[in-house]
């Protein structure tokens, strides 16, 4: 009997928490909002409470995005934060574009490499590869 009593317990205690007045549980709320202060969670690095100056608060995860993350972050955000971080945006696009000629590079180098190291093994590939490029004119 007090098993099953400790659990309604902390059952009635968990479906208060979650209905507490002022808890934001989704991230379309916080916008307009002051942030007060920001208080550490005890048990989970980073983790934090984001008190809010109208008495609402969210609880946030520890901030430690992925890359793919942030670069998402940074495109949906662009007409919020361009006119701002206009420098620090030119810079990414510079950047990007050096990673996808970087790429295009190493998957050239890889495809050419392929070529070469089964020319001996399969010796049909080279007419198949002239007649590739004949089709390509």
């Known amino acids: 009997m ?17 209905r507490f007045p002022g808890l934001v549980t989704d ?16 048990g989970k690095p980073g983790a934090v409470v984001l008190v809010f100056t109208d008495g609402s608060f969210a609880v946030a995860p520890p901030l430690a995005p992925e890359p793919w993350e942030i670069g998402e972050a940074l495109k949906n955000a ?34 050419l490499g392929a070529i070469h190291n089964n020319l001996e093994q399969i010796p049909e590939l080279k007419d198949r590869l ?5 089709e390509w004119k």
């Open 27 to 42: 991230w379309t709320q916080l916008i307009g909002k002051t942030v007060e202060a920001v208080e550490p969670l005890a």
């Open 2 to 18: 007090a098993t099953e009593d400790k659990w309604k317990a902390n059952a009635e205690k968990v479906a208060f928490m979650k």
């Open 130 to 134: 002239k007649e590739l490029v004949k």
């Open 78 to 111: 662009r007409p919020h934060l361009a006119g701002t971080h206009a420098q620090a945006y030119a810079e990414y696009d510079r950047l990007v574009q050096q990673d996808r000629e970087a790429l295009r590079a190493a998957r050239l180098e890889k495809i």
